[in-house]
Nanobody
Framework: QVQLVESGGGLVQPGGSLRLSCAAS????????MGWYRQAPGKERELVAA???????NYADSVKDRFTISRDNAQNRVYLQMNSLKAEDTAVYYC????????????????WGQGTQVTVSA
């Protein structure tokens, strides 16, 4: 099993910044892609950003040039630096990871964190 624990959410004014962190722990051989998703009230969960173990990144169009995803492979952590935040960024943000474990195949299994609330409001 793999546990993902997020931190760093909170309340911020429009135009402000927040940095989310996610730490992976548990029994696994390797974590492949890690990412951040978000879900606003009444909306479906959507991809915000993802990063491969080699550092290739992918962003939703709505956050390009404002958010930056990064990871520390040695520490099994992924980060999301969010700048120029807007009211429409308000959502619960979820950490996501695909991990190869003793019980998975070589593609690995997908795991989710419990979510952290980000609220952008004046």
């Amino acid at each position: 099993q793999v546990q993902l624990v997020e931190s760093g959410g909170g309340l911020v004014q429009p135009g402000g910044s927040l940095r989310l962190s996610c730490a992976a722990s548990g029994s696994f051989f390797r974590i492949n892609t890690m990412g951040w998703y978000r879900q606003a009230p009444g909306k479906e969960r959507e991809l915000v950003a993802a990063i491969t173990v080699g550092g290739t990144t992918n962003y939703a169009d709505s956050v390009k040039d404002r958010f930056t995803i990064s990871r520390d492979n040695a520490q099994n952590r992924v980060y999301l630096q969010m700048n120029s935040l807007k009211a429409e960024d308000t959502a619960v943000y979820y950490c996501n990871a695909r991990a190869i474990t003793p019980r998975s195949d070589l593609r690995g299994d997908v795991y989710w964190g419990q979510g952290t609330q980000v609220t952008v409001s004046a």
